[in-house]
């Protein structure tokens, strides 16, 4: 399949990528930077699929209220439901900014997981080339358990009618 893009961290999963997904991966690298994180996330794959993904993708993700600001909202409310269970009252986003963000992040567990997911679906449906993304959407919107689902659970996504809507898209 190929290398590893300009761009990204070098700590990416064994399984090779697919070419399709190079744009995806080098905007969740920035997508963690923009954000101050010191680790790509599932998150960050699914906001970057977001605004790098193929035109049936976004479309998909946009119809369900998960184009980039809709994502950033559910994000934000996660974070703030979570940190509530945990006692803690969130702050406001503006005490949050800090510096920005200059070493590279690492690849998180949760990225991980879902590239060697995607890798998978791949593999076992033999997809093609043009695939790729579909194959990452299905793997980011599978678990559940992490940041992605309690997100969607609380911005009451269907997951099962996105990926219904991106597949015939695709």
Do not use: C, F, K
Not at 5 to 10: L, Q
Not at 36 to 59: D, F, K, Q, T
Not at 115 to 122: E, G, Q, T
């Amino acid at each position: 399949m190929s290398e590893i893009p300009a761009g990204a961290p070098t700590d990416l999963p064994a399984q090779p990528l697919s070419r399709a997904l190079r744009p995806i991966v080098i905007r969740s690298v920035t997508e963690a930077q923009l954000r101050n994180g010191p680790l790509v996330e599932a998150e960050h794959l699914l906001l970057a699929l977001s605004r790098e993904g193929s035109g049936p993708i976004r479309s998909a993700l946009a119809t369900a209220g998960l184009d980039p600001e809709g994502l950033d909202a559910a994000l934000a409310a996660e974070r703030a439901a979570s940190l509530r269970v945990a006692g803690v009252t969130p702050l406001p986003a503006t005490r949050l900014a800090a510096a920005p963000r200059v070493a590279r992040p690492r690849w998180g567990t949760s990225a991980r997981d879902v590239l060697s997911r995607a890798h998978r679906i791949a593999s076992a449906n033999r997809r093609r080339q043009g695939m790729a993304e579909l194959d990452l959407l299905t793997a980011l919107l599978g678990p559940e358990l992490g940041t992605v689902p309690r997100a969607l659970a609380i911005a009451d996504v269907d997951r099962a009618a996105v990926l219904a809507a991106a597949a015939a898209a695709a």
